[in-house]
């Protein structure tokens, strides 16, 4: 049997100050699984994922990367992190940006262009190559940013709130567009939000945190088959996990401690 | 207000301004037939500037070349100092005081050992006048190299970018606009220290600089000439500061924040 992607045992951060984010925790993500995590502000979910990237260590517990101690032990099976924020560097061009991480990789000038043109028309961006971050908008720039996260052909994309800042229309579009670029590449996905119902829609499975310490409360697989659209999102199963998830979540907080 | 009338506006009032003020200045002059050793007519501050062009554009010459040198050291050893700091918190913990005292001591104070010391005079020149420009430089590009957004930094981090790619890829592009603003106050301080430590050494002959010429002007009552030095001297610091608004502007032109036009 392969190894998860990742694989969490009883790991817990504890920060310098004291501050205890987040409690043991045991959580596996296998090849191909859409993980979301989702809980109240202040419940370790972006720490978790900060784990999960090897942003930082955990105090306690282990964490495996395909079964290695090192998220980048295997250089074939590699990880993107998209961010809260789009993240783009404003002096660059859209395609500079993208083209990044292979850069900073080393790769050679023409195979990197062939990716980077490749994942813009991914994302639909293919005529804003030579144009400046700030020239695009809010759900233009976060698509570069997806971007600049599938031009390395990712094992696995990490996604800290990507479409928090943007309104219900784009959100729903990009949602759908990450659904389908998941479908086609068939890459794991962690992704954090605070919205249930993105967190349903979205995921093979939602990771319910608790806050003080931060937790795991329960963990909902969502059978729902793709695609999935509008129907999905207006039919009763959908109703029934998002309040099961709503539940889960009011329950942690109504027991936090002290 | 519509932009082209905010255009207009911009140029024209200042110079509305000057028109209104040279013409009261000039009649006020004529009306009480104030002698030109006291209060020279605009009009006779022409005529010097006409007259004495060779002297004064020599000197000019020499004033805005001195400006110049320093601002070129200050700029490449200030942004060297920057970097170094950067590379190290140690180095920086332990050198920027000194920074700082030599920000804080008045120029002309120094100026005296400096040109005891240094045989050439106008190698001394350049040396106080760089000492008195460089701390806006090393300050302000020190924090821009700093000043790196957090979530890039960890996407290098991530990508296992070297020291070598992190510095050149990101650090030095995010400084730019700090840089420039160190550069801008930079140019009008060169400016400055190149004056006042002709001042101090007080040298004449082939090599005098504006300074030179006010400061004998003034011992011989030459007031429109002093006035003539002044409005050249005046004139060099508002084209060094044009032209270090010009750089950043072609540098920063199209992403930063500080050169982009708002919408109309």
């Given at each position: 049997m392969t190894p998860p992607v990742v694989l969490a045992r009883g790991i817990a951060k504890r920060f310098r100050d004291g501050t205890e984010a987040l409690a043991p925790i045991d959580l596996a993500v296998c090849d191909g699984e859409f993980v979301t995590l989702v809980g109240p502000s202040g419940c370790g979910k972006t720490t978790l994922l900060n784990l999960i990237a090897g942003l930082i260590r955990p105090s306690a517990g282990s964490l495996g990367w395909w079964g290695a101690p090192r998220p980048d032990a295997d250089r074939s099976r590699r990880f993107a992190y998209v961010f809260q924020s789009p993240t783009l560097m404003p002096w660059a061009d859209i395609a500079s940006n993208v083209r990044l991480p292979l850069d900073l990789a080393g790769t050679p000038r023409?195979?990197?262009d062939r990716a980077v043109a490749d994942a813009l028309a991914l994302v639909a961006l293919d005529g804003f190559a030579r144009h400046r971050p700030r020239e695009l908008s809010g759900g233009m720039q976060m698509r570069a940013s997806i971007a600049r996260a599938l031009v390395t052909q990712p094992a696995l994309l990490l996604m800290d709130e990507p479409f928090a800042a943007l309104d219900d229309f784009t959100r729903q579009r990009l949602d759908d567009e990450l659904i389908a670029l998941w479908r086609a590449r068939g890459f794991a996905v962690v992704f954090v939000t605070h919205s249930v119902t993105e967190a349903v829609y979205l995921s093979t499975r939602v990771v319910v945190m608790g806050a003080r310490p931060g937790r795991i409360v329960d963990e909902v697989a969502v059978p729902a088959p793709w695609p999935r659209g509008d129907d999905f999102r207006t039919s009763t199963g959908f109703a029934a996990l998002a309040r099961r998830v709503t539940k889960a979540v009011a329950a942690a907080a109504s027991t936090d401690a002290p | 207000m519509r932009p082209d009338s905010v255009g207009y506006l911009r140029y024209g009032a200042p110079a509305l301004v000057a028109v209104v003020v040279l013409g009261l200045w000039e009649a006020a002059v004529a009306l009480n037939d104030v002698p030109p050793w006291l209060v020279p007519a605009p009009s006779r501050i022409v005529a010097t500037l006409t007259l004495d062009?060779?002297?004064?554009?020599?000197?000019l010459g020499v004033t805005l070349g001195i400006a110049l040198a320093a601002l070129a050291f200050a700029v490449v050893l200030g942004t060297a100092i920057a970097l170094l700091f950067v590379q190290s918190r140690w180095l920086e913990i332990s050198l920027f005081p000194y920074a700082v005292l030599l920000q804080v001591t008045?120029?002309?104070a120094i100026a005296p050992l400096i040109i005891i010391w240094v045989q050439d005079t106008r190698v001394a020149l350049?040396?106080?006048?760089?000492?008195?420009?460089?701390?806006?430089?090393i300050s302000n590009t020190t924090l821009g190299l700093r000043s790196v957004d957090p979530g890039l930094l960890a996407l290098f981090r991530m990508n296992r970018a070297s020291?070598?790619?992190e510095l050149t890829r990101l650090r030095i592009p995010s400084a730019l606009p700090y840089f420039f603003g160190g550069l801008r106050i930079a140019s009008g301080l060169a400016l400055i220290g190149a004056v006042v430590a002709e001042f101090v050494a007080g040298t004449g002959g082939a090599g005098a600089g504006l300074a030179y010429q006010i400061l004998l002007a003034g011992i011989q009552l030459n007031v429109p000439r002093l006035f003539a030095a002044l409005v050249l001297i005046a004139a060099a610091g508002v084209a060094l500061f044009?032209?270090?608004?010009?750089a950043a502007r072609l540098a920063l032109g199209r992403w930063h924040e500080s050169e982009l036009r708002a919408p109309d």
């Open positions: 023409a195979e990197a | 062009r060779t002297l004064l554009l020599d000197s008045p120029i002309v350049v040396l106080c006048a760089t000492v008195v420009a460089i701390f806006p430089i020291r070598w790619q044009g032209a270090s608004v010009l």
